[in-house]
C-alpha cells in the first residue's frame, strides 16, 4: 500500500495558469513533509519542508501548504521553466526513512 | 559549495558484469542516502549511514547490492553481479543533520546493463 500519493500524474498547463498539486499520505506521526523538484536529467532540488498541519511556505511562484491528511503545491501564474517533476516525500514517526511519491509531471506551455 | 558529487554519470554493462558507484558528500554533511529511481517503482530509499555507519540498509533488493563508506568523504555502492533489471538512476544524497533533515541530491548514475 502506498504511503504517499501524488495527483494527478501529469498536469499541462498554460503559462499564467494557476493551478495545484496534490500530496497524500498516509502515514502516522508525521515528523516532515518534502517537496522537490526534477528536471530532466538531474537530481532532486529541494524546495520546501512543512511540519504541522496548518504551516504554509512560498517561494516565487509556488505556495506549499499541509493538513493532517495531505499537501498542496499551488502554482500561481506559472511559467514554462516552472516545467518539472514536482516530488512530495515523508517522514514518519519512529522511521528514518524518506518514503517518496511517484511524482507529478507539470509542463507550461507558452 | 561544489554539491554532491557522483560518478560515472552513465555506465553500460554486460549482465554479469560487476558495477561500482561512487559518491561525494557534500563537506560537513554527517549523513549519506543512495536510492534508485525507476518509472515503475519511483525514487526508492536503498541504504542510509550516518558518520560513516550503515544504519538502514533494508532496502537494498538483494546479496548482490552492498555499500560501503570508508570515510566522511566517499562512498560506494556497488553491484556483482548485475542484471537488466537493476539499470535504473542511482543517486546519492547528504544531510547535515538526521533523516528529518533536507537532503541534498547529486546528478545521479545512469545504469544500463545490457
Known amino acids: 500500500e502506498d504511503q504517499v500519493t501524488q495527483s494527478p500524474e501529469a498536469l499541462r498547463l498554460q503559462e499564467g495558469e494557476s493551478s495545484s498539486l496534490n500530496c497524500s499520505y498516509t502515514?502516522?506521526?508525521?515528523?516532515?513533509l518534502f517537496w522537490y523538484r526534477q528536471d530532466p536529467g538531474k537530481g532532486p532540488e529541494f524546495l520546501f519542508t512543512?511540519?504541522?498541519a496548518g504551516e504554509e511556505k512560498e517561494k516565487e511562484r509556488l505556495k506549499a501548504t499541509l493538513t493532517k491528511k495531505e499537501s498542496f503545491l499551488h502554482i500561481t501564474a506559472p511559467k514554462p521553466e516552472d516545467s518539472a517533476t514536482y516530488l512530495c516525500a515523508v517522514i514518519q514517526g519512529g522511521s528514518e526513512k524518506l518514503v517518496f511519491g511517484k511524482g507529478t509531471k507539470l509542463t507550461v506551455n507558452p | 559549495d561544489a554539491g554532491v558529487i557522483q560518478s560515472p554519470r552513465h555506465e553500460v554493462t554486460e549482465m554479469g558484469q560487476e558495477v561500482t558507484l561512487r559518491c561525494k558528500p557534500i563537506s560537513g554533511h554527517n549523513s549519506l542516502f543512495w536510492y534508485r529511481q525507476t518509472m515503475m517503482r519511483g525514487l526508492e530509499l536503498l541504504i542510509y549511514f550516518n558518520n560513516n555507519v550503515p544504519i538502514d540498509d533494508s532496502g537494498m533488493p538483494e546479496d548482490r547490492f552492498s555499500a560501503k563508506m570508508p570515510n566522511a568523504s566517499f562512498s560506494t555502492l556497488k553491484i556483482q553481479p548485475s542484471e537488466p533489471r537493476d539499470s535504473a538512476v542511482y543517486f546519492c544524497a547528504s544531510t547535515p543533520g538526521t533523516m528529518a533533515s533536507t537532503q541534498y541530491f547529486g546528478p545521479g548514475t545512469r545504469l544500463t546493463v545490457l
Open positions: 502515514v502516522s506521526g508525521l515528523r516532515g
Open positions: 512543512l511540519y504541522s
